[in-house]
């Protein structure tokens, strides 16, 4: 990134980089953290309507298969309240699996650029906010469990976002490799999981207690996409060119683990709900246009490549 003086980003000094818009976060924390100005809203019992359901019928990636279509209401709520409930599942492993363990990472500095004390202040506080929110998907998921009967459930397998990182690590010769995917996985999930969760934060044909808690969470990620920015450049400028080449090469791999759709889960949901021939609906639905994506607002990571001059083509995107 050049600036007004024709100073590409890479050249600019340490200090230079991010250092004010880390500190303005950081010192904003106190007043807008949720964890210290909406604790009672989640952890207070709210209304819940029987017959509201759990999550929108929209995003299941079978919900025009004619014989979903078909199913009861009964095996539908069911499907719904279980969708939510994996919902939750893979907020809580991009934040336990992905983003924490790296925040750890850059603590304990194993990054390089990323032992100032800005970056350092910025970074634990997101990491006390991650752990935050993974009580608040926690506290969502016993209350919908508890008021819809949920006695059993199918085996959920890690989220696709995690085992695309695994998958990829399992690639690599090299410690320093390997950590740098769980670097970039965390900037690119970091700087996307608002996409994630404005997905149900304003919608208004769920439960309201639903809606909340992901709006909860978006309002703070909504200042860890720029802490985050703010450390991808502040390593990037420390890296030599084999590190910016694999950093570069990881990120479009990085933003198809998260905003994929996650159709290995579906199966079990189906069938735990009485679904017949769960498994030909979800590979039917594979075929669908555009049923490859959860998400498909992508323009965190394509500020992230502008900002840092990245040569990344996001096909497919």
């Known amino acids: 990134m050049r600036n007004s003086t024709g100073v590409s980003m890479a050249d600019l000094p340490e200090e230079e980089i991010g250092a004010q818009t880390l500190r303005r976060l950081s010192a904003a924390w106190p007043r807008r953290a949720t964890i210290r100005t909406d604790l009672d809203r989640v952890t207070e ?15 299941l990636p079978f919900a025009e298969h004619p014989d979903f279509q078909a199913v009861t209401d009964e095996q539908r709520r069911r499907v719904l309240t279980l969708a939510w409930l994996v919902y939750n599942e893979r907020v809580v492993t991009a934040e336990e699996y992905v983003a924490n363990p790296t925040f750890a990472m850059i603590a304990h500095g194993v990054f390089p650029g990323a032992d100032r004390f800005e970056v350092v202040e910025a970074v634990q506080q997101a990491h006390i906010d991650e752990t935050w929110h993974t009580y608040l998907h926690m506290i969502a998921m016993r209350r919908t469990r508890e008021l819809r009967n949920v006695t059993s459930e199918p085996h959920y397998p890690h989220a696709v976002t995690y085992r695309m990182l695994l998958a990829e690590q399992a690639k690599c010769d090299e410690r320093w490799q390997r950590d740098m995917l769980s670097f970039v996985w965390t900037v690119v999930s970091e700087i996307s999981v608002n996409a994630y ?5 304003r919608d208004e044909t769920i439960q309201p207690l639903h809606s909340l808690v992901t709006r909860l969470h978006s309002r703070d990620e909504s200042a860890h996409g720029p802490v985050m920015l703010e450390v991808a450049k502040a390593v990037y400028a420390h890296l030599d060119r084999r590190q910016r080449e694999f950093f570069t090469r990881a990120v479009p791999t990085a933003l198809r683990a998260f905003v994929t759709q996650d159709f290995e889960v579906w199966p079990g949901i189906l069938r735990h709900a009485g679904v017949a021939g769960a498994t030909d609906i979800v590979n039917d639905s594979k075929s669908y246009r555009g049923s ?7 323009s965190g990571v394509k500020h992230l490549i502008r900002e840092m001059e990245l040569d990344v083509q996001l096909d497919g995107f």
């Open 292 to 298: 490859d994506l959860l998400v498909r607002d992508f």
């Open 45 to 59: 019992a709210g209304d819940y309507a029987e017959e509201v359901p759990d999550y929108p019928l929209r995003f």
């Open 197 to 201: 969760l404005e997905l149900l934060s």
